[in-house]
Structures are given as structure tokens and as C-alpha cells.
DNA sequence: CGGCATCCTCTTTGATACTG
DNA sequence: CAGTATCAAAGAGGATGCCG
């Protein structure tokens, strides 16, 4: 990107991330860190294949993206994050935050991925009482299924895979999921509005807003 | 800007406020609310005339800035940020954090306008004993004379302007001045670097980072 | 002067095709 | 699978013109 020439915090960040797919491009590395080129390019529907090749030299030239090759079994190399580019988290958290209520407007027009709703998992919802044991839901906002699981620091951990026996079970679209987390919505009104739980709902209360 | 089509609300944000000059305008703005076109001209150096004309109109439409008929004795409209727009603080916050550490390796190359200091001390900057009486700093960090002063919920005030009288005056560069009232400098060092401060020094106690 | 609109050139993007 | 190459269209940047 060409630079603001400005001497200015805000103008540098923008001079470095401020092109056009470069913190979506961070989105996807935050929310499955080591991807595969293919893996970024199935992410980011929509974006040109020559554009990703470009961002991603330029954010490796940055510091923000480490190529690396990966271990014996894999037969090619994997993208992750430096902890720079992690320290991005704080910017992705506010624009996120900021552009939720832009959803509302969506009339699917737009496409989705399933893994998406992993980062907003992961920033705005945390564990109420750390100190209790710990906790696993099964969230089914899509195809893939997605582990929610409590952290002694208070933070969630996600990840998507199966677990044999989860404690209580969510299946239901992505944005009641995040509001029923993180306490916006109530498990009456979710169900109303088709969301299935199964288990204990007293284990929504280990949640809320972070 | 051309929307990236993905229901995701990070990238609803960027479809919103993405586009190349329009946070650094929502951040002239943030500093001095109501300006004039030609206001915005001079705190946005390289800025093409009607990028800034086209960003505006899309940004109105977007529901981040409003135009408005000036009162009587100005012949003219002034800019100002909706709730909405100024809703981005923290984005703004984030993003200005991040590129900080970007600003060291400048030669001196990029233009600095003074004003821009503004935004900063009053995102980085808090008052840490809210309780007691008001202080007034006059802090010159480049041509015009910066004004921080304390307010009663913890964060201060930041104006450009003259006052009579202030408690403390400080004069060194815009990164000085900031690392000094954030505590990541002490005035010993400072000094040796070249800044001059005037008053008690126990003033600076009351200013910590936000 | 303040507030744009126009015109032109150059760069970036997006879509698709192609290659090791 | 992991990119490069190609090319048309959109956007950015710069200069200048216009109008109250």
C-alpha cells in the first residue's frame, strides 16, 4: 500500500494493514493459525488468487506472517501469525464489535463459513467462574461442529472437531448462539426462535458477555 | 468500497469504513468535531480534493458524518461525526496503539500536523485522582499551544488554544511529551532529551496511561 | 476564498486461465 | 496444491476549472 506519509500512529497502522483483505486475511490466521494457502483461499471466498499471494509476501515482509514449511507428513507449507501480527487482536475485536450490528441488515445475500463464528466465540465470551470445573458445549451453527470449552483463566477455548460427550449441546444459527452466550438473548427466546439445547441450561449461566 | 460479500462482521466493518482515508478522516474528526471542508483538507496532507469530497458523501450516506449549516456568522457548512461514527473510538484506540511502535523508525520523512497529538492524550491519557482539584497543562509539542486539562470522571480534556494561567507548561517534541504523561518516560530522562518543563513536578502524578 | 466537479494518468483490483 | 500470468475494469492521485 502506498503510505499515508503522515506521521501519525493511526496512518502507519493503516500504511501496514490498511489494504484492501489484509486483516481478513489476519481474521482467518487468528481463527485457525497454520493454514495452508488453499485453507486461506476457502476463508476468504471471493478473494483473487493473485491478491492472496500478494498480501501474503507483503505481510511476511511486515512481520505480521510467518511462512513456514511444515512437519514431514504435509507435503507443502503453512502461514501463521507472529506475534505481532496476534497483537492485532485488540483492531479486530473493535471492528468487530463495531460492524456486528451491520448483520442485521443481510438478507443471505453474502456467503458464510461455518469456522467464522469461532472468533467471536473466542473474543466476547468468557467463563463466569473459572474456579468451577471445567465445562465443553457442542455448538452446531453450521456443517462443522464447534467446541466450546471453559479455561481456568476465564477465557473460552474453540475449536471445531467432535468430542464424544459434550455437556450440553447448541444447534442453531450463528448470531443466536453468540447472543445466547454471551447473555443477550435468553434460552426462552432462542428456543422460539428455533434454537435446540440439550442438556443443562444452568451451564449457560458459566457465560457471558467478556 | 466493494463489499466483500461475507457475512462476518469484521468484514461488514471494512465494507464500511475500509476504504483507503476514511478512518484518518473520522480520526480528524475525533479531534476537533465540526470542521470545515478545507479543515479537513489541511489535517489530511496528500489527500486528492475529490477523494475528500467522495469519501464525505459516502460516509453521510453511511451514517458516520453529518453535514450541517453552520450557525449564522460562518458562511459556510461544517462536518461532524453521528453517534455512530464516533462509536469508532475504539477502533481508532486500537489501531493508533498498534502503529505506535511504527513511528520510531520515521526519518522525519512524513508530514506532522500539531493538532494530531490531541487525539492520543485523550485516548492514552487519564487523570489518576479524579477527586482532586482541577489542573491545567499547556503543552507545546510543535507551533500551536495544546491544552490538557483534568476532568471529573478520570479522563482529561484536550483543546488547542491559549490560557492565562495553566498549572504546568511543557515544551518537547509530540512522543516526548506523550511517553512523559503516560509514564513511560520520566521527566529526568526527558529532560536530558531535550524537553523543558515549567512548574511543580508533582503535577505530573496526576496523568497515567488510560 | 470555500467547496467541490472534471479530466486525465497511473495503479490496484477482480476474473479467469495457465503452470510446476 | 500452490501459486503465476494476463487483461479489462474500477479506483487513486494530481492538476485544473468552475461557481457562489
Keep these: 500500500m502506498r503510505s499515508y506519509g503522515q506521521e501519525c500512529a493511526l496512518a502507519k497502522a493503516l500504511d501496514s494493514v490498511g489494504e484492501r483483505w489484509t486483516l481478513l486475511i489476519v481474521r482467518e490466521l487468528m481463527i485457525r493459525d497454520g493454514c495452508r494457502y488453499t485453507d486461506l483461499r ?3 471466498p471471493g478473494i483473487p488468487t493473485n491478491l492472496l499471494a500478494d498480501r501474503l509476501e507483503a505481510m511476511e515482509e511486515a512481520g505480521l506472517v510467518l511462512k513456514e514449511a511444515a512437519p514431514p507428513p504435509v507435503a507443502t507449507h ?4 507472529t506475534p505481532r501480527g496476534r497483537e492485532l487482536e485488540p483492531v479486530i475485536a473493535a471492528l468487530g464489535r463495531w460492524g456486528a450490528p451491520l448483520l442485521q441488515a443481510n438478507p443471505g445475500k453474502d456467503t458464510f463459513c461455518d469456522h467464522w463464528v469461532a472468533l467471536p466465540l473466542r473474543l466476547y465470551v468468557h467463563d463466569r467462574a473459572p474456579q468451577e470445573p471445567a465445562v465443553t458445549l457442542a455448538l452446531h451453527a453450521g456443517q462443522e461442529q464447534i467446541l466450546l470449552g471453559t479455561v481456568g483463566d476465564g477465557s473460552v477455548r474453540v475449536q471445531s472437531g467432535r468430542t464424544a460427550q459434550p455437556d450440553a ?3 442453531g444459527n450463528p448470531y443466536q448462539i453468540l447472543r445466547l452466550l454471551t447473555g443477550k438473548l435468553k434460552l426462552q ?3 422460539t426462535q428455533g434454537l435446540r439445547y440439550e442438556g443443562d441450561a444452568k451451564l449457560l449461566r458459566r457465560f457471558g458477555a467478556a
Excluded at 503453512?78 to 501469525?81: D, K, N, T, V
Design 78 to 81: 503453512l502461514f501463521r501469525l
Design 169 to 171: 449441546r447448541i444447534v
Design 42 to 44: 476457502q476463508g476468504l
Design 189 to 191: 427466546d432462542a428456543r
